[in-house]
């Protein structure tokens, strides 16, 4: 299974939010220290917004930062948020559906990837947060 690059942006807000729990960040920032676009990463800010995952400070001192502890942040939850849909392959229109085995395979594979992701928090992944910051260039981090 493969993730959408909106879910990938929508982790990478979380992490760089996450290791930075002092302080309010911008999108430019954000977008300056990945090297993506400002423009798609405010979508996916405003989205994680909506859905309560980040917090918003207007004003000329305003920033994001996290809207709750990372520990209450269940990845599989911002993965179920940012991604369409979940169907591995399209069983709806094949002929041999009603009587093949792979529906019902495919079907226990994705509940055990989900059920990993659920056994996740944003803290757990922010466990080396410090070399984290390490990497991004002295002005991000």
Request: glycine fraction near 10%.
């Amino acid at each position: 299974m493969k993730l959408t690059r909106y879910t990938d942006y929508a982790l990478r807000v979380l992490l760089y939010l996450g290791a930075r729990p002092d302080r309010l960040c911008s999108i430019s920032e954000m977008a300056g220290a990945y090297a993506i676009s400002q423009n798609h990463l405010m979508k996916v800010v405003h989205d994680l917004g909506k859905a309560g995952f980040v917090a918003s400070a207007r004003g000329r001192l305003g920033g994001i930062r996290l809207a709750r502890p990372p520990g209450e942040i269940i990845i599989g939850s911002v993965v179920r948020h940012t991604e369409d849909g979940f169907d591995l392959v399209d069983c709806g229109s094949c002929i041999i559906a009603p009587a093949c085995g792979a529906t019902g395979v495919l079907r226990e594979a994705l509940a055990a990837f989900m059920a990993v992701l659920d056994s996740y928090t944003l803290d757990d992944l922010l466990a080396r947060r410090v070399d984290m910051l390490s990497l991004f260039a002295p002005e991000a981090a």
